[in-house]
């Protein structure tokens, strides 16, 4: 059945998903007012589009920290697709390759990010790490994220300890079934657990930087006073996130932080936004109140969910047919035509 928006994904998962698990993917922490504002911010913004400007051959492509993507829209974290899906992970990586776009990597990921890797060749993936306060076992994830050729690593900041997600608690869902588990944490013939702490701080962040060469972005930054924390110590891109409304629950909404963000980094290093992303036109508000790009999450899980790679690909595709129309009907010819001047709020 031929889908039209990533709304009637959504519908088409959670018909296919165990309840608890659709739960997991869709819910967020404790009255999800984040979750629902994520969204409803893009939608209180309106575009003033430009006119007569002949902006004729498009051009939708970005590179950021090395990387190409054929589009301003990137995969972002997130854990546990093969509960979506028996090919789960691979599946979505073999999507992002084929939509030429950057997958980024879930340490929580229920396929080895070198089995990610080796099943989708000519895939752009970068990893997502979730600081371990052993850090000799964060230099093990590390090296078989560069092993398996990522070529960037997304630090989530936002998680000191998991957020309170009440949907989960009610369901009972606190666990991956018995024959999945996160298999970036294996250690020996254990399976290790990912350990969120209050602890870490940016000199764990510093000691990383020395671990590796690769670019480091750091997720989930909120507070601009953080972001220019931020490239104090080196960083090479910072993703404006609230996880979704995952974490914290009040967190403003993903766009409304951004604008301040992106004065406080002043054009330093690229700024990257997630959260309610679900049509063209967000994806442009995004970029022209300074974005670099945007990322999606349940979007991606919600295509894998409803077809597997095939949904995933449709989910890129839809997103990439939206982004291109906005923009013509925006009069740009290239994302770089996009400005602040032509978001207007309300709408
Ligand atoms: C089911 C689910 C699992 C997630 N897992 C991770 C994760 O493992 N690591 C991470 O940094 N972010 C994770 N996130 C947050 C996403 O990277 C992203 O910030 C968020 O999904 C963006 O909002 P959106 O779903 O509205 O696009 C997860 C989000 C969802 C919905």
């Given amino acids: 059945m031929e889908r039209w928006t990533l709304r009637e994904f959504e519908a088409a998962a959670r018909e296919r998903l165990d309840p608890a698990h659709y739960d997991y993917f869709a819910g967020g922490a404790g009255d999800?007012?984040?979750?629902?504002?994520?969204?409803?911010?893009?939608?209180?913004?309106?575009?003033?589009?430009?006119?007569?400007?002949?902006?004729?051959?498009?051009?939708?492509?970005?590179?950021l920290l090395g990387s190409r993507a054929a589009m301003p829209v990137l995969v972002a974290p997130t854990a546990f697709h093969r509960l979506a899906d028996p090919e789960g992970e691979r599946a979505t990586a073999r999507a992002a390759a084929a939509a030429e776009t950057i997958m980024i990597v879930s340490m929580a990921s229920t396929v080895a990010v070198g089995d990610v890797a080796a099943a989708a060749p000519g895939a752009e993936l970068w990893f997502q790490l979730y600081l371990q306060p052993d850090e000799s076992f964060t230099e093990t994830v590390v090296r078989r994220a560069e092993a398996a050729g990522c070529r960037a690593l997304v630090v989530t900041a936002d998680s000191p300890v998991h957020g309170r997600r009440e949907r989960d608690l009610r369901n009972g869902f606190l666990d991956l079934p018995e024959h999945l588990c996160c298999e970036n944490m294996r250690d020996g013939d254990r399976v290790r657990p990912i350990v969120m702490s209050p602890e870490l701080s940016w000199r764990h962040?510093?000691?990383?930087?020395?671990?590796?060469?690769?670019?480091?972005?750091?997720?989930?930054?909120?507070?601009?006073?953080?972001?220019?924390?931020?490239?104090?110590?080196?960083?090479?891109?910072?993703?404006?996130?609230?996880?979704?409304?995952?974490?914290?629950?009040?967190?403003?909404?993903?766009?409304?932080?951004?604008?301040?963000?992106?004065?406080?980094?002043?054009?330093?290093?690229?700024?990257?936004?997630?959260?309610?992303?679900?049509?063209?036109?967000?994806?442009?508000?995004?970029?022209?109140?300074?974005?670099?790009?945007?990322?999606?999450?349940?979007?991606?899980?919600?295509?894998?969910?409803?077809?597997?790679?095939?949904?995933?690909?449709?989910?890129?595709?839809?997103?990439?047919?939206?982004?291109?129309?906005?923009l013509t009907l925006c009069g740009c010819a290239c994302l770089a035509d996009l400005d602040a001047g032509m978001v207007r709020r309300p709408c």
């Fill in 32 to 63: 999800e007012i984040t979750v629902r504002a994520n969204e409803a911010a893009f939608a209180r913004l309106g575009l003033l589009p430009r006119v007569l400007r002949g902006a004729a051959k498009l051009q939708t492509g970005v590179t």
């Fill in 205 to 326: 962040l510093d000691r990383l930087r020395e671990m590796t060469s690769l670019p480091i972005v750091v997720k989930g930054v909120a507070h601009p006073e953080d972001a220019r924390i931020a490239l104090d110590h080196g960083i090479s891109a910072i993703m404006v996130s609230n996880h979704g409304g995952r974490q914290l629950d009040t967190v403003p909404a993903a766009v409304d932080l951004l604008p301040d963000i992106v004065a406080a980094v002043g054009g330093a290093v690229p700024v990257l936004l997630d959260g309610g992303v679900r049509r063209g036109t967000d994806v442009l508000k995004a970029l022209a109140l300074g974005a670099a790009a945007v990322a999606v999450g349940r979007p991606v899980i919600w295509g894998l969910a409803a077809g597997g790679e095939r949904g995933v690909a449709s989910v890129l595709a839809l997103l990439r047919a939206e982004v291109e129309q906005a």
